[in-house]
């Protein structure tokens, strides 16, 4: 998938808020951590990862080579890049004291396998610390489904959309505990994106969920798609400064 570093870093206060809570998140941090980044974008907030855990080895993992081009600048001793999927990573040999992730496992099909699977790569004593957004609630998601389930885009989609794989936060919290995991926190936290204009709601979604969509359609329905999916947020915001209450979910544990 197409990712544009440049686009997904226009909001880089609203996302990468989540991430330092995320950060907060991760406890009893001794020097010499072995630590996975799954999905790790630009490699940026990698870095503060890595500088946050003494001596740790850090890798961090994504599958767009887009994303990855600048990483090399965060790159040290201690703190590597790879593109690889994160399915792929997870059938490799290996585990880590500490598995992270940012913003991507809602990219990953089916948690009911992802979770099991990743946590099966945590050290005994290790831990587990996600933040993902819970697409389900947030309506610039929703319309983006609705857009795509109208016509003409749904007969020219061929029955492709993209719906959130993101489980409820109960169902992760039982994950946790069914795998042996101790110590949980589940939290659900609304990140505001406070904006003027309904076209910054669009370009928050264009950079990410949009993209699959943008894929798929053929050429002569990309913009009236756009055009389409712009007046379907206009007319849900009608009020200024728009407050877009976007919802992620806040997951750690140790095992
Ligand atoms: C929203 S970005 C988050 C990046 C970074 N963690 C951050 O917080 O800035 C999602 C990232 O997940 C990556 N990604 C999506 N699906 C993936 C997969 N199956 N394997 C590896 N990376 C994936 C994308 O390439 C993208 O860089």
């Not at 590597?80 to 004291?97: E, K, Y």
Request: charge should be negative; glycine fraction near 6%.
């Amino acid at each position: 998938m197409p990712w544009d570093p440049v686009k997904y870093g226009h909001f880089k206060r609203e996302r990468s808020a989540p991430f330092f809570d995320a950060l907060q998140l991760v406890q009893d941090v001794k020097p010499g951590l072995s630590v996975i980044d799954l999905g790790c974008g630009t490699g940026e907030l990698t870095r503060h990862l890595a500088d946050r855990l003494p001596d740790a080895t850090v890798v961090g993992v994504d599958n767009s080579a887009e994303m990855l081009q600048e990483a090399g600048t965060f790159t040290r001793d201690g703190l590597s890049f790879v593109v690889r999927s994160i399915q792929d990573q997870l059938a490799l040999p290996g585990q880590w004291d500490l598995i992270f992730s940012n913003a991507a496992l809602q990219w990953v099909p089916d948690h009911e396998w992802l979770f099991p699977a990743v946590i099966d790569k945590i050290k005994p004593g290790g831990q587990l610390v996600v933040q993902m957004p819970a697409q389900h609630h947030n309506i610039a998601n929703r319309l983006l489904l609705q857009t795509a389930a109208s016509a003409p885009y749904e007969q020219a989609l061929k029955g492709f959309k993209r719906t959130s794989p993101v489980l409820d936060t109960d169902r992760y919290a039982q994950l946790l505990f069914r795998h042996g995991g101790t110590n949980i926190t589940a939290l659900e936290k609304i990140y505001p994106l406070i904006v003027e204009e309904t076209e910054e709601v669009f370009n928050f979604v264009a950079a990410t969920g949009m993209i699959p969509y943008m894929e798929a359609l053929p050429e002569e329905l990309k913009a009236p798609f756009v055009a389409d999916f712009k007046a379907r947020i206009a007319a849900y915001f009608p009020d200024r400064p728009i407050f877009y209450p976007f919802r992620r979910i806040l997951l750690s544990a140790r095992f």
